[in-house]
């Protein structure tokens, strides 16, 4: 194998994080821009859980741009291949910070070929938005990279766009829109900050990786079939989705979580129904899936209010957004009905936090009123059902990397494997 040598101060590195919508993006305006039919938003995870980390380095001696995913060599696809070509377009000088001597001039780049190296630390596969990060960590990384200046604002969010729709929302952190848009040629369908991730830092997420056999249908296909054949996506996105955009904006500004978690559910359950109302139909939850959500309203009911939501993307796995007050109860009743089938540390991302949960809060918060109810479901308690927990939080947009954390090597040019802080959990 050649190898080819880079300067260091030709590369980036960058972490970025995978978001969850409560408002779903489903059904596509025009393919080839990737645009919407309705707006979206969604609350962005914190990296420190779950991340995808991307070093891009740039040099004259590499004869053809490659990328290697999780180590592994693979063909730069259509879609990375528009991010690659739109940033390409906006680039600038490129100045060494310490010198100010140009590095690459302006001019010059189209001398320079690239080399990527991409990381997810959670399992493509798994149904965890690993696209939203993986696209959005090459957009990000190859636009500081090129130094580019956006022609407009939000453009690098229209970039990710291209590449996947979600990844357009990854470049913030906290709550984020992703707005339809009305312009032909798509330049207005970015995605805005609505609230950073200080504003409501109570917000936790625990996820469940639920036990799946059967292969998904990629969302791309799914909501292509259901844009051709659901007519309650054409009534969702003409009616539904703007005003509850609005409200479950105006709900997280003011923090307030019944409307928010009302309004997230509601929202899962009108994707999904959208997906069996698409001809043939779409299956993404499973019976483990649903007696999530059945849990989830008996512990609301139970407390007479809103005390944590659901939401499910393509894909039988739940993310339950709830607050900090009220995330030991929650994370107690799921560790008590979907149990742990070996040890904690192969079961959730922090296993100090679980045998806390599952050793002193199980008895003490799931009281024997609340369990009457919650068996009342039907659920009997079965290890193996669920892979895996994470227990998370919101957090930030993308995060620059030192070089020392680069994954690929200035002397061969070729990836090499990430630090410590990016070891990929096994699920
Ligand atoms: C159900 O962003 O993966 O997660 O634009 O075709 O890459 P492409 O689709 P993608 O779809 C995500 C769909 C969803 C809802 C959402 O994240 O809004």
């Known amino acids: 194998m050649s190898s080819f040598s880079f300067d260091p101060r030709i590369s980036e ?15 596509k305006n025009d393919v080839k821009l990737n645009t919407p039919m309705n707006s979206s938003a969604s609350v962005t995870l914190d990296q420190s859980d779950l991340h995808t980390i991307t070093s891009v380095a740039a040099s004259k001696e590499f004869p053809a741009d490659k990328l290697w995913l999780n180590g592994v060599e693979t063909e730069l696809n259509g879609r990375a291949q528009t991010c690659l070509r739109e940033i390409r377009r906006l680039a600038q000088d490129r100045v060494d910070e310490t010198t100010g001597a140009i590095l690459v001039a302006k001019n010059d780049w189209p001398l320079y070929k690239v080399h990527i190296s991409s990381v997810n ?16 960590c090459l ?24 590449g996947s729709g979600s990844a357009s929302r990854s470049l913030y952190g906290g709550f984020v829109r992703w707005q339809k848009g009305e ?34 249908t990629s969302s791309t296909s799914g909501m292509e079939t259901s844009r051709l054949t659901s007519p309650l996506l054409q009534f969702r996105a003409a009616s539904v989705v703007q005003p509850r955009l609005d409200e479950i904006e105006a709900a997280y500004k003011a923090k307030d979580f019944e409307t928010f978690g009302r309004i997230t559910m509601q929202d899962s359950n009108q994707f999904h129904a959208t997906c069996l109302d698409t001809y043939p139909p779409i299956f993404y939850m499973n019976d483990i899936s649903k007696s999530i959500i059945k849990l989830v309203h008996v512990i609301n009911t139970f407390f007479s209010r809103v005390v944590c939501a659901y939401t499910f993307d393509a894909g039988p796995n739940a993310v339950i957004y709830t607050l900090e007050k009220d995330v030991d109860l929650v994370a107690a009743v799921m560790a008590k009905y979907y149990p742990a089938p070996g040890s904690p540390e192969d079961y959730c991302n922090n296993p100090a936090e679980f045998s806390r949960i599952v050793n002193n809060e199980i008895s003490r918060l799931v009281t024997p009123e609340l369990t009457a109810k919650l068996n009342s479901t039907g659920r009997i308690p079965t290890a193996g059902d669920v892979k895996y927990v ?12 030192p070089l020392s954390e680069s994954l690929l090597d200035p ?3 070729l990836p090499v494997p990430p630090s410590s802080k990016h070891k990929k959990m096994k699920i």
């Open 13 to 27: 590195t960058f972490t970025s994080p995978t978001n969850i919508a409560v408002i779903k993006y489903w059904g």
């Open 390 to 401: 994470f227990l998370t939080k919101s957090g930030p947009g993308p995060i620059k990397q």
């Open 121 to 136: 630390t959670f399992p493509t596969g798994a149904g965890l938005a690993s696209s939203a990060a993986g696209l959005a």
């Open 139 to 162: 957009v990000k990384t190859l636009a500081e990279l090129y130094c580019i200046k956006e022609e407009y604002p939000g453009q690098l969010t229209a970039i990710a766009r291209q």
């Open 411 to 413: 002397a061969s040019g």
């Open 183 to 216: 312009k032909a040629d798509g330049t207005d369908s970015i995605a805005i900050q609505v609230a950073d991730e200080n504003h409501w830092p109570e917000m936790r997420a625990v996820i469940l990786v639920v036990s799946d056999k059967e292969k998904d």
